[in-house]
């Protein structure tokens, strides 16, 4: 009989496994060396993009799953049914090499995972790349996002969600290890730190070339936001429920052109001046068709009448 391994043990039998010379071909289609097995998987999700998988499958799983399963049946492991796809179980088994090698002090550990994970240096589309599989998952934290390189990403889908430990400062990720965090020419935000109740403060975010901003700024716990860009064009998705869920976002400011509808009424504790800088950065409405900034009750309180006229001279509706 098969035994029936926890979560936990299931990961660490992946980090395990992937070690193992005898399944370096099968899962990297060549021979590489237990250590380098991460790049070899991140090397196969790559060709599989090439293929033309479109964003929204799961790049390499079945490949890669096929595997694994052989390397659990072999060990007379019964391979739990799990939700997590591939970026989940390729990612943990990185981390899990990287504890490994950290242990016994080697940086070179340090710079495989990183350099995989983060294509020495020429990475953009981050699509799930630190995603916590739950809230119960954390296996990305502050503790161990310790990037190498700066990231100039185009696509951050889902990047970030579910960062629960902790208080985070997002910026200070980069900012402390000398790294930059650039979103000048990101294009995708989809939820990227959608359920990321650990962040406290965010850096300067430039979405000014998005398309999709749908819930991308959904945390609970969210203090300050130290300056958001907002998208040059009218989006089709998104901008409108970008900060839904920031029930405690106190700080923002706003710099740019808000072109379309945008709701900040879950954000009640928000300061006097940062409802004033989200009311200047209202686009003059003069294309005739109603827009409206939804700020809630209590923050409209905190407004006078001439405040609230910065937003209705320039033809948007307050509510």
Avoid at 27 to 42: F, I, N
Avoid at 60 to 76: P, V
Avoid at 239 to 253: K, R, S
Avoid at 260 to 276: G, M, R, V
Wanted: include cysteine; hydrophobic fraction near 35%; charge should be negative.
């Amino acid at each position: 009989m098969a035994k029936v391994i926890t979560s936990s043990e299931h990961y660490q039998a992946i980090a395990d496994l992937l070690r193992a010379e005898a399944y370096s071909e099968e899962l990297t289609q060549k021979r590489y060396k237990p250590s380098e097995m991460a790049g070899g998987v991140t090397r196969v999700a790559d060709e599989n993009r090439e293929t033309g998988i479109k964003i929204g499958e799961t790049i390499g799983e079945k490949r890669i799953l096929t595997a694994m399963k052989k390397c659990f049946s072999d060990r007379n492991y019964d391979y739990p049914e799990v939700e997590e796809d591939v970026y989940f179980l390729t990612n943990v088994a990185m981390m899990k090499e990287y504890n490994r090698g950290k242990k016994e002090g080697k940086q070179e550990e340090y710079d495989r995972l990183w350099d995989a994970l983060q294509y020495n240096g020429e990475r953009t589309d981050y699509t799930y790349a630190f995603r916590n599989p739950s809230s119960a998952q954390q296996v990305w934290t502050a503790d161990n996002f310790k990037p190498k390189y700066s990231m100039r990403p185009t696509v951050l889908q889902q990047a970030f969600t579910y960062w629960v430990d902790g208080e985070v400062d997002f910026g200070a990720l980069f900012t402390d290890r000398g790294l930059e965090f650039d979103t000048s020419n990101c294009v995708s935000f989809l939820q990227t730190w959608q359920n990321s109740d650990a962040i406290v403060r965010m850096p300067v975010i430039d979405t000014s070339k998005a398309t999709n901003l749908s819930r991308a700024f959904a945390m609970r716990n969210l203090v300050t936001f130290e300056k958001f860009i907002p998208p040059k064009t009218k989006l089709q998705y998104g901008i409108n429920t970008a900060f839904n869920g920031c029930y405690a976002l106190e700080n923002i400011v706003v710099e740019g052109d808000i072109l379309q509808d945008i709701n900040f009424s879950y954000s009640s504790k928000l300061t006097h001046d940062s409802l004033l800088s989200i009311l200047r950065a209202l686009v003059n409405n003069t294309e005739g068709a109603a827009l409206t900034c939804t700020l809630g009750a209590v923050n409209l309180a905190k407004l006078t009448d001439e405040e609230k006229a910065i937003a209705t001279e320039k033809g948007w509706i307050l509510a």
